[in-house]
């Protein structure tokens, strides 16, 4: 049994999105939403569940667990027209000594007063260090492809089995921020915006949130391991279709 619990953890973090976001269920093809295979010999299984609401376009949840695998992850998009940062959760068991976890509120705006306050949000629910801190590590964690999207207060860090509750709390400020955020934004700026103002700051980020989730199709090459777990067609259309979607729900 995991040292972990990632699955358990993902599960918290969705009841919190839905209940405080007012999020509704997504259907996704019943092929996607449950999928099995093997991993080192051994039986593997993958679980999704998708959801939208009023400000949320699109956000889904994966469990993947085997016998010497525990991954949960989660991605949370806003709607496009409020230009609010990706939340994006990745958390990796392999092993039962070490998992990595990583978590990011990855921006999506494109003025630097909106990305100082999603900072501010953000740092207001970090918990007191009882882990090296994010900025310390993301250089050493992150790949170069995900530092070009990632926030500078991103989390990624190594853990061992003594830090599993400490990298809970962790990972659930940016879970809270990102509440926060979302339920606190306005697309009124002070009656200045007009239809074109809104409709081309929604194009943009739309356009953006596209690219965020191209990147991780195309450059994450973690990502190879559902081809290797799953029958590829099928992996391949999970990939496209709920795990980063080419064509972002609006």
Same mark, same amino acid.
């Given at each position: =049994?995991?040292? /972990?619990? /990632? ?9 919190r ?18 999928l ?15 959801? !939208? ?5 699109? =956000? ?45 509120? !990855?921006? =999506? ?28 590590s ?30 809970a ?10 509440i ?9 700026t ?18 953006r ?16 391991l559902?081809?290797? =777990? /799953? ?6 259309? /999970? ?12």
């Amino acid at each position: =049994m995991s040292r /972990f619990a /990632f699955a358990e953890r993902v599960r918290r973090i969705e009841r919190r999105l839905v209940a405080e976001l007012g999020l509704e269920p997504r259907a996704l093809p019943p092929e996607l939403a449950y999928l099995e295979g093997s991993f080192r010999g051994e039986r593997a299984t993958l679980e999704a569940r998708a959801y !939208s609401g009023p400000r949320v376009g699109y =956000m889904r949840c994966v469990e993947i667990e085997s016998c010497d695998l525990d991954i949960g992850n989660v991605l949370a998009l806003a709607r496009p027209e409020r230009s609010l940062p990706v939340l994006g959760i990745d958390l990796v068991e392999v092993g039962r000594d070490t998992a990595v976890v990583v978590a990011d509120l !990855s921006p =999506m705006a494109e003025a630097e007063g909106d990305r100082a306050r999603e900072r501010d949000v953000l740092a207001r629910h970090q918990p007191p260090a009882a882990l090296p801190s994010a900025a310390s590590s993301v250089h050493a964690e992150l790949p170069d492809w995900a530092r070009e999207w990632f926030s500078a207060s991103a989390l990624s860090l190594r853990v061992g089995a003594d830090q599993a509750e400490a990298s809970a709390a962790a990972t659930l400020a940016y879970v809270t921020a990102f509440i926060e955020l979302v339920r606190s934004d306005s697309v009124d700026t002070g009656g200045v915006d007009t239809a074109a103002v809104v409709t081309a700051r929604t194009e943009r980020t739309a356009l953006r949130q596209r690219a965020y989730c191209a990147a991780h199709r195309e450059r994450d090459r973690g990502l190879l391991l559902l081809r290797r =777990m /799953f029958e590829p067609s099928l992996a391949d259309r /999970f990939l496209r279709e709920v795990l980063f979607p080419v064509e972002v729900p609006r």
